[in-house]
């Protein structure tokens, strides 16, 4: 890249990083310290700034750069990403938003312990929130280290590593000062110039072809490399019946995956009510499928305008598709023109890296600090002091930002589509089984609960720890060793059925009854709003 293109984009970085710490600065002195403040927001948010917020909260990184990346290597077969990820949200519509809203007060396990033994769910829920996050973390982190590399020309390590752990700092900063009032606003923020740069990439590829959408398929076909076979499903999922599971697996997991994610799921409390917290999925429906539309016109707009194999060589993964496009799209390297749009593209991608960590950090410290600290300390079922448990939040930021650098470090040449489609494994694994039976199962007990947690949570993370994702692979994370046992590379096939298998077998064999008053205020409680904070 030339210094104009560096100097232009690191003006624009700049300017983004001012403007958001400039709103967690603001934010921070006004804030009152509570705990609803810092979870929730004090609940103050309209359905439309909501559902911006959680728009701002789904497109990320894995959104922008990867599947457009993954539709510019594989064509076809990669916007199954775009699918899962859009059918996702009825799910989310249909059976978790209002029901979440009225049962809990600020994490996944505030609904399960409504109806069970809170210590021992608490701490099970808690850890599983945690560890998807940390998976969601990684794949901002390997988007923000491709996103420098390729700015400044792709020579140094050393700068993806100082990008991996300045975006890990201002996360922390963003998290500890302005709680989720500052990361609503940066993610409205975020989710308005996202959705400018796309459409305005979208509608450049478009006029480059005239408006024929044919004539733009069978130029990325022909620059592809594969013939028609992009424009046909099997590419990258076609090959055998390990790579034909992979693909029903990958499919599970991107459309159950969203109901169990702890970032999105905390969404729903920062709204006053759940008929509030359902127009919030509406609105964000209709902003995540306009911009989904839009990936798979930028990847196949990659594929046609630069070319398949330009993007690989520029990344291995993809990562790097749309900030060429642009880079193309504006008059090529060197081109004034060029500079402007590959710089504003680069921007708007680090900005929604910057405001989708902030999410999903609140949300684990969150689940740290009003979870698993608080079962832990609480003496003789007394919870701990709301503003202890806040200093608890912030310091567990820090904790797992601190992990999340290192993974983002170790992790940085897979493609972020993939590692997102890892951390949704886990989710509808782990979080989404023991949900959906605490909200419908009237016979659901603690133990039950238990177990569909670590049922799930268990299988899922093994699974990945002996696939080619880690090892036995060239691309895996360790590539010089082969302990890889298990032949898919997502784990949802097995893990998700096993979830809620773990669930039921901890249910019917529990000696406690199941607690019938509670679960039928629960229920109540559920649908009509009746006595929900």
């Known amino acids: ?14 300017a983004f990083v001012a403007g958001t710490l400039a709103i967690t600065t603001w934010v921070s002195r006004h804030r009152r310290g509570s705990a609803e403040e810092f979870y929730a927001g004090g609940r103050l948010f309209s359905p439309m700034e909501n559902g911006f917020a959680l728009a701002g909260d789904y497109m990320s990184a894995a959104s922008f ?3 457009s990346g993954l539709i510019a290597l594989f064509g076809y077969d990669g916007m199954l990403y775009s699918v899962g990820f859009l059918v996702a949200w009825l799910v989310v519509l249909l059976l978790v938003a209002e029901l979440v809203r009225n049962c809990g007060r600020f994490t996944l396990a505030d609904v399960i312990a409504a109806r069970m033994r809170e ?14 996050s940390v998976l969601y973390l990684v794949a901002q982190m390997v988007g923000a280290g491709s996103l420098v590399a390729l700015l400044l020309g792709g020579t ?16 922390v900063i963003y998290v500890s000062l302005g709680g989720m009032r500052a ?9 308005v110039l996202l959705m400018a740069g796309a459409l305005a990439l979208t509608v450049l590829v478009l006029v480059r072809f005239h408006g024929d959408i044919g004539h733009l398929l069978t130029t990325a076909a022909d620059r592809s490399g594969h013939g028609l076979d992009f424009l046909s499903p099997g590419l990258k999922y076609g090959g055998d019946w390990v790579s034909r599971l992979d693909f029903i697996s990958l499919g599970l997991a991107l459309v159950l995956g969203t109901a169990g994610l702890p970032h999105i ?6 709204v006053p009510t759940a008929p509030a917290a359902r127009r919030s999925v ?61 710089a504003v593209v680069a921007a708007v991608a680090f900005a929604t890296i910057l405001a989708v960590v902030a999410g999903i950090t609140l949300a684990s410290s969150a689940s740290v600090a009003h979870d698993l600290y608080a079962s832990l300390k609480r003496p003789h079922g007394k919870r701990p002091q709301r503003y202890g448990e806040v200093a608890v939040a912030r310091v567990a930021a820090v904790g797992i930002g601190a992990v999340a650098i290192g993974l983002g470090l170790l992790a940085r040449d897979l493609n972020v589509a993939f590692l997102v489609g890892l951390a949704f494994a886990v989710a509808a694994s782990a979080n989404l089984p023991v949900l959906l039976y605490s909200l419908f199962w009237r016979n659901f007990t603690t133990r039950g609960a238990v177990w569909s947690v670590y049922g799930g949570l268990l299988p899922a993370v093994l699974l990945v720890a002996l696939s080619p994702v880690v090892s036995g692979s060239p691309d895996a994370l360790f590539p010089g060793v082969d302990f890889q046992v298990f032949p898919l ?45």
């Open 119 to 132: 210590r021992p769910v608490r701490i099970a829920s808690g850890t599983s929130s945690v560890t998807v």
């Open 156 to 171: 140094s390590e050393a700068a993806r590593s100082w990008t991996v752990i300045g975006v890990g700092a201002l996360m």
């Open 265 to 270: 799921l905390s969404r729903f409390y920062t």
């Open 282 to 342: 509406v609105w964000a429906i209709g902003l995540i499928g306009g911009f989904y539309l839009m990936t798979i016109v930028l990847g196949f707009g990659a594929a046609a305008i630069v070319g398949t194999e330009e993007v690989r060589e520029s990344n291995a993964a993809g990562n790097t598709a749309v900030p060429l496009l642009a880079l193309d799209l504006g008059g090529g390297a060197g081109s004034t023109g060029g500079a402007v749009l590959f």
């Open 65 to 67: 750069l990867g599947i």
């Open 1 to 14: 890249m030339t210094g104009d293109h560096q100097v232009l984009a690191l003006l624009l970085f700049s």
């Open 183 to 191: 990361t609503t606003w940066i993610q409205i923020v975020k989710a």
């Open 489 to 533: 590379q997502n784990p949802g096939v097995v893990s998700i059925p096993l979830g809620f298998l773990a669930g039921w077998l901890g249910t019917v064999t529990s000696p406690e009854p199941p607690d019938e008053a509670r679960h039928a205020e629960t229920e109540v409680r559920a649908l009509t709003g009746a006595g929900a904070v």
